[in-house]
């Protein structure tokens, strides 16, 4: 009996060191594989009509996700500038803006925990597989745009679009506003609140975490410079 009881202990010792070795290795080391980029919008539609592309250096994307960590409430928040994207603004005619393809690299996504971080690459957005690497967010409609757009003027307005995570797809509406800031410049801020087991996306058991709530919200704050003609 001693020897299967120690024989057990070895088993789930050797099991334990091949899990963390996995875990770890199938992280990855949390760098992107390339320069964040996006389609660029290149097909405007009046010559009032200004292209603004997002400087990652100047722009973050974040998730923010509440659980109980060691019986406690907590807040995660996990964060990256890799995100790209245009913005075609049209002060003449706002109706006539458009928002092009956001790319986010899931992959760089970092929160206050390495452990966490690997759980996101690994199991959580997988964003470790080539496949995975990057979010997308392909605008379809935008709702509510004011008659007109001067320089120094916060407008409102909505982004309707398919939302692919880990490679399930999901439309999505932000809460966006917006600032032209100058003929150079445009700035803003984009919010929505999403169910991460809508895009089929599982959060790994672990003992010191009680709970983790479903609702997970979406970030973007950037700031976008002109593309020269």
């Known amino acids: ?15 334990s060191v091949a899990g963390w070795a996995y875990f770890n290795l199938s992280a990855g080391s949390g760098e992107a594989s390339q320069e964040i980029s996006a389609p660029e919008l290149t097909e405007v539609q009046t010559e009032s009509t200004t292209v603004y592309r997002i400087v990652p250096e100047e722009s973050e994307v974040r998730f923010v996700i509440d659980e109980v960590l060691r019986g406690s409430p907590y807040t995660v928040v996990g964060k990256t500038n890799q995100v790209a994207g245009d913005i075609a603004v049209d002060t003449t005619n706002p109706a006539n803006t458009q928002v092009g393809t956001i790319r986010v690299n899931a992959r760089t996504l970092a929160t206050d925990s390495d452990q966490r971080n690997r759980a996101l690459r690994s199991f959580i957005l997988k964003s470790a597989d080539d496949a995975y690497e990057f979010v997308e967010f392909q ?5 509510g745009l004011p008659e007109s757009v001067s320089e120094g003027e916060t407008f409102s307005f909505q982004v309707v679009g398919d939302l692919t995570v880990a490679g399930t797809t999901q439309s999505v509406t932000f809460d966006a506003t917006a600032t032209l800031e100058s003929s150079d ?4 801020q984009a919010v929505a609140t999403v169910m991460y087991p809508d895009f089929n996306l599982s959060i790994p058991s672990v003992p010191f975490v009680a709970g983790v709530d479903e609702d997970v919200r979406l970030e973007i704050d950037f700031v976008a410079q002109a593309v020269a003609n």
């Open 1 to 15: 009996m001693r020897k299967i009881i120690i024989g057990f202990v070895i088993l789930v010792g050797v099991v």
């Open 139 to 143: 605008p379809t409609a935008l709702e």
């Open 185 to 188: 410049q445009l700035t803003g």
